[in-house]
């Protein structure tokens, strides 16, 4: 008799059922998504907005390429006439207003560069393919004064 006794208090809940288990590997795995959802909204803006610092910082570039030639670079030179001197320029009076490599994008394409720009006036065109890496798409970036 004592036995029994001794069987029935023991006989409580010692472990988790397969239920409980899997309810709490469910939560678990929709809290995850979720942090994976947010971390890769997260690392798109980064990226868009790495995109418009870099078209900043090139356009700042080319005012100062304006400001030393009196001109922009064409576009057939492109952004690396701010680093090597370009046939239009008399290689003495040549100064790189830029040091090191022009940079890709974000997502791996080079920086479009156009001049005279689309406005038609004395300006330039300058843009990022955006993450489709395909121009005159809604994703483009591209620089505002």
């Not at 208090?9 to 472990?15: L, V």
């Not at 239920?19 to 998504?33: N, S």
Request: hydrophobic share 35%.
């Amino acid at each position: 008799m004592q036995n029994r006794n001794h069987r029935r208090r023991n006989s409580g809940r010692e472990g988790f059922t397969l239920v409980e288990v899997m309810l709490v590997l469910v939560i678990l795995m929709t809290l995850a998504t979720f942090g994976v959802f947010a971390v890769r909204t997260f690392w798109a803006v980064a990226k868009e907005r790495e995109a418009a610092v870099r078209l900043g910082e090139y356009a700042g570039y080319l005012d100062r390429y304006y400001v030393l030639y009196e001109c922009f670079p064409t576009t057939q030179e492109g952004l690396d006439a701010l680093r090597n001197c370009p046939q239009s320029i008399d290689p003495s009076d040549y100064k790189p207003v830029m040091t090191g490599e022009v940079k890709l994008d974000p997502w791996g394409s080079p920086f479009n560069y156009e001049y005279p720009g689309s406005s038609g006036g004395e300006d330039f065109d300058l843009w990022s393919n955006g993450p489709d890496r395909q121009s005159g798409t809604q994703d483009d970036i591209w620089f505002k004064r």
